[in-house]
């Protein structure tokens, strides 16, 4: 997944303002900034789901704008709040995500039960929607996103209502499926739990990156807003 000077604002210093990004297959790389730095927006843009003013993103070589179903077969996507037909039950939810995916139909009961474990959802899988928690709700999207084994994963801020436990399934998730050869691009607040997962980690402010955080680093707290305030005072001289 690649995007080249993509833009998209919305008023000056809003939306996105030429980035230039890579997520290559093996790895998981993470952006962070803070609230309204233009996260959403760009991973909208990487999908499709916003035209860009100006720039290109591209899945596998393909333009997003007009690349193939078989490319959005091996995406798996969830920005924004997780839907899920409320009526429907787990399992089911998950099922039709996984047939909307292209998963073959004797394949769907294994993947949407191997997923249903993989995020502790078990319990749940006959409960309608409606009735799930928030973080159940999460999880539910998560599955939804995960259950065609994508190659390429954009998830947006996904540790949102997540207790401790599903904080840790989705990271084995993601460490995993990065290890099998998919490339992961996740938005996060929590700067501790990206540095234990991330392979990289940009910085965006205004739009715009601004630097990296090294996942290794001693006080990666400090690192972030010293790249921040730095940024925040080249915009006001
Ligand atoms: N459709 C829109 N119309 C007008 N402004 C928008 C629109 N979408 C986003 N913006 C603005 O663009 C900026 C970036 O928003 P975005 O949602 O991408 O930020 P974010 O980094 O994901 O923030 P958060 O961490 O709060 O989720 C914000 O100032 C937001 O108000």
């Known amino acids: 997944m690649t995007a080249r000077g993509l833009v998209r604002e919305f008023a000056p210093g809003t939306g996105v303002s030429g980035v230039d990004l890579d997520v290559g297959t093996g790895e998981i790389h993470a952006i962070v900034g803070l609230n309204g730095a233009g996260k959403t927006t760009l991973m909208r843009l990487l999908l499709g789901m916003l035209r860009p003013s100006a720039g290109i993103a591209l899945i596998d070589g393909h333009d997003v704008a007009s690349a193939?179903?078989?490319?959005?077969?091996?995406?798996?996507?969830?920005?924004?709040?997780?839907?899920?037909?409320?009526?429907?039950?787990?399992?089911?939810?998950?099922?039709?995500?996984?047939?909307?995916?292209?998963?073959?139909?004797?394949?769907?009961?294994?993947?949407?039960?191997?997923?249903?474990?993989?995020?502790?959802?078990?319990?749940?899988?006959?409960?309608?929607?409606?009735?799930?928690?928030?973080?159940?709700?999460?999880?539910?999207?998560?599955?939804?996103?995960?259950?065609?084994?994508?190659?390429?994963?954009?998830?947006?801020?996904?540790?949102?209502?997540?207790?401790?436990?599903?904080?840790?399934?989705?990271r084995e998730s993601l460490?995993?499926?990065?290890?099998?050869?998919?490339?992961?691009?996740?938005s996060s607040h929590h700067l501790d739990e990206v540095a234990r997962v991330a392979s990289r980690i940009t910085v965006v402010n205004r739009g715009r990156i601004v630097g990296a955080l090294d996942p290794?680093?001693?006080?990666?707290?400090?690192?972030f807003f010293a790249l921040i305030h730095a940024d925040d005072e080249q915009y006001a001289s």
């Open 68 to 170: 193939p179903a078989t490319v959005w077969a091996r995406v798996g996507h969830l920005v924004d709040h997780p839907l899920a037909y409320a009526e429907l039950t787990t399992r089911e939810n998950v099922a039709v995500a996984a047939r909307l995916h292209g998963v073959p139909r004797r394949r769907i009961d294994d993947a949407v039960t191997g997923v249903i474990v993989e995020l502790g959802l078990d319990r749940y899988s006959d409960g309608r929607a409606r009735t799930l928690s928030q973080g159940n709700r999460q999880r539910l999207g998560l599955a939804a996103a995960l259950v065609h084994d994508p190659g390429v994963l954009v998830l947006d801020e996904p540790t949102n209502g997540l207790d401790p436990a599903g904080v840790v399934l989705l």
């Open 175 to 186: 460490l995993r499926r990065c290890a099998d050869g998919a490339g992961v691009l996740v």
């Open 216 to 223: 290794h680093g001693v006080d990666i707290e400090r690192e």
